[in-house]
């Protein structure tokens, strides 16, 4: 009984992620990976880089990419203050506030709207960061950095993509898919980030992109502290090699250490860089009344962590199944 509960799990876990990347960035990268005969100069010239993106390879972003969604309170300081879809993360301190992530190019203008909403104000925004360097939730770092003055801080691997416009990303890069950010600060595993009384730590969880990473912080709500996470789960994305030609050197061996990582995690409320990773929806509709436990969700974690784990090892039999049925082919040897 319970490894037929097991397989149903993870049926329904599949089945998620199936119909999540029908409208996920990985409908974008496989159009960018097979299309980069395309002049990228003309690309990275664009102010518009969304608009630029759409109608250099006819494709068009997923609307819940760019419709907004009320600023949330997922538990006590912490916010999404995002779109639909794509999650941008609030920090709240009486020094300032912590901001990860923003969305595609015009997300600022969506942001600040919603932290109006809470009686918050941009400019107190001191130190961004992002759970990883696509343009999905990059585009508007520079805008956001120059409008508050704050300080962006990133892992070493993710530093270079963001400083070019995501021009060197192994996967979607030889163009600038969106503006490029001056890092001030490199963050690395274990090292803790501090505003007033947020108490932030780094995880890097590879794989992804090159620099992903997750944040873990413990918060106090109503006499119960809550262990917290902003993860970044390993997605693997279309157009992505693990074994054969892999996308970057070592990216198997990323992946791997982030799943370990991740294992020996557990958070009672988790959130991510895409709302429907975490079932925001399912958890949360627009004017409910606030409650601390509303995202609580131990298990699901470990579930998204086991079903992202059992595609990776599913991706590398597919590849390493693939070079041997090729290799019977142009060898003729059964």
Do not use: C
């Not at 956001?144 to 270079?160: C, G, M, V, W």
């Not at 970044?232 to 990582?261: C, Q, R, W």
Request: charged residues 20%.
């Amino acid at each position: 009984m319970a490894r037929e509960k097991d397989r149903n799990v993870i049926r329904e876990q599949e089945r998620r992620i199936k119909n999540h990347r029908r409208t996920s960035v990985a409908l974008a990268l496989v159009a960018f990976s097979s299309l980069v005969v395309y002049s990228t100069t003309a690309i990275g010239a664009e102010k518009n880089y969304t608009a630029a993106i759409e109608d250099a390879f006819n494709i068009t972003m997923p609307p819940a990419w760019s419709q907004n969604y009320p600023a949330t309170q997922i538990i006590g300081n912490l916010y999404d203050v995002g779109g639909y879809d794509l999650s941008s993360f609030l920090i709240t301190s009486d020094a300032g506030h912590i901001l990860i992530n923003t969305g595609l190019e015009g997300s600022a203008a969506m942001i600040e709207s919603n932290l109006e909403s809470l009686d918050l104000r941009m400019t107190d925004i001191k130190i961004l960061l992002t759970t990883q360097a696509h343009f999905d939730h990059t585009a508007d770092l520079a805008l956001i950095k120059e409008q508050t003055d704050a300080r962006l801080f990133a892992t070493q691997a993710d530093k270079s993509f963001l400083e070019d416009g995501g021009l060197s990303d192994p996967l979607i890069g030889g163009f600038e898919s969106f503006r490029p950010v001056t890092v001030d600060g490199v963050i690395t595993d274990g090292d803790v980030i501090t505003l007033g009384d947020i108490r932030l730590s780094v995880l890097e969880h590879p794989g992804h992109t090159e620099g992903s990473a997750s944040y873990a912080m413990t918060i106090t709500e109503s006499g119960h502290s809550y262990d917290v996470l902003v993860v970044n789960m390993a997605y693997i994305n279309e157009g992505v090699n693990l074994t054969i030609k892999p996308t970057y050197h070592g990216i198997s061996a990323d992946f791997e250490e982030t799943f370990e990582s991740q294992r020996g995690l557990s958070p009672d409320i988790w959130v991510s860089s895409h709302k429907n990773h975490y079932e925001f929806h399912k958890k949360h509709e627009p004017g409910q009344a606030y409650d601390p436990r509303a995202f609580y969700d131990p298990v699901g974690y470990i579930e998204a962590v086991r079903l992202h784990e059992v595609t990776f090892v599913n991706k590398v039999y597919d590849e390493l199944l693939g070079k041997v049925d090729g290799n019977q082919h142009v060898d003729g040897d059964g």
